[in-house]
């Protein structure tokens, strides 16, 4: 057995002969960014301090040889060999490390679709360098040459490997950028996109049932978050509630259907505010009003909340009501005019890891 050591916090995780630091860390609740698991996309690179690991095959592009020489390595796929393994990891409380936002990133429309009569899902795919982020964060896109500001987008999808990422846009009335994005942005249009920030991110190996709560475009987040987690294989209960306003509201329906037919302990639960009659798997009423004759008690829950401010203060308050823990508790409320929030170096990834 080695002993798996994260630098700077001092935290330490057993690793089982043969099994894998990424493997290790996740049964051990520490959540490290991946998509491929087969040492071709480079997602879970990281840093070894000290030690020694057997790293196994891997593709060059995701880690050549200079990255090799200064000591990086594809968590997935490295074995330990010595009785101890030092990795960089997180800060000084253990929480994880964001990477460095970057500015002028050029991706080009590859598909434009219509959620609602009020969103639009845009798919975006990069000209350059792929963006590594976290599920949870978000994006600054706007046309400053067109006099359309910047604004922020939650990314709605977990990381790929060929770097697309997907925007669910609302419509806002006197919205410059959202009208911008409606009317003028079309399918083969190259855009440019800052990111990525925020901290909306929890950590989906956390080994307790998960309750995320959405409304409108928050949805986006949301699902980042949940596709993350059930990619990941998350064996604990997971619960998505959708509020929307009529039926003509609600979207990805089909995909939910999916994903709980694929993965047993995952639960769709689509509300309705503005019917009268709810449909097979439908529920009536605000997401805050229902949640008593849902859950007794949320105090092992994580809980995820994103939409407009009111409705997250109302949900926040709702779970707090049923025993969820303040420090369990991630909430996203999406202001208008909201500004990206860059966070100190030290909670930064290095821009090599």
């Known amino acids: 057995m080695t002993t798996i050591r994260l630098h700077p916090s001092g935290r330490t995780v057993e ?4 099994d894998t630091v990424l493997g290790a860390l996740e049964r051990a609740g520490y959540a490290l960014p991946n998509n491929c698991r087969a040492g071709a996309c480079g997602e879970c690179k990281v840093k070894v301090l000290s030690g020694n690991f057997d790293q196994g095959m891997v ?19 490295a074995k330990p060999l010595s009785d101890e393994l030092v990795i960089e990891w997180g800060t000084d409380d253990a929480k994880p490390k964001l990477f460095p936002p970057r500015e002028n990133q050029l991706y080009v429309v590859t598909d434009r679709i219509m959620r609602t009569s009020r969103i639009v899902e845009l798919h975006l795919r990069p000209l350059g360098q792929v963006m590594r982020f976290w599920p949870g964060q978000y994006v ?44 003028s942005v079309q399918i083969g249009r190259q855009v440019k996109i800052a990111g990525p920030y925020g901290t909306f991110i929890g950590d989906p190996s956390v080994e307790t049932p998960v309750l995320c709560l959405a409304a409108g ?73 229902l949640l008593p004759g849902l859950f007794q008690d949320l105090s092992g829950h994580s809980i995820f909340v994103a939409g407009s401010p009111e409705f997250t203060a109302d949900c926040v308050a709702a779970v707090k009501a049923l025993g969820a823990k303040a420090e369990m508790i991630h909430s996203e409320g999406f202001f208008g005019q909201a500004q990206p929030q860059t966070p100190p170096a030290k909670q930064l990834m290095s821009v090599r890891s």
């Open 15 to 18: 690793c089982q002969s043969g």
């Open 59 to 77: 593709l060059d592009m995701a880690l050549d040889p200079e990255e090799r020489k200064q000591g990086f390595g594809l968590m997935c796929m």
């Open 140 to 183: 600054m896109l706007g046309d400053k040459d067109a006099g359309v500001p910047a604004r922020c987008y939650s990314i709605a999808n977990a990381p790929r490997h060929d770097g697309e990422i997907t925007l669910q846009i609302t419509r806002v009335d006197g919205g410059p950028t959202s009208q911008w994005v409606h009317d």
């Open 217 to 289: 475009s928050g949805l986006a987040p949301i699902f980042a978050l949940a596709e993350a987690a059930l990619r990941r294989g998350y064996k604990q209960p997971v619960t998505l509630m959708f509020s929307a306003r009529t039926r003509a509201d609600l979207y990805d329906s089909g995909l939910m259907a999916w994903w709980q037919a694929k993965h047993r302990k995952f639960r769709y639960l689509p509300t309705l505010t503005r019917e009268t009659e709810a449909r097979s798997g439908e529920m009536l009423g605000r997401i805050p009003a």
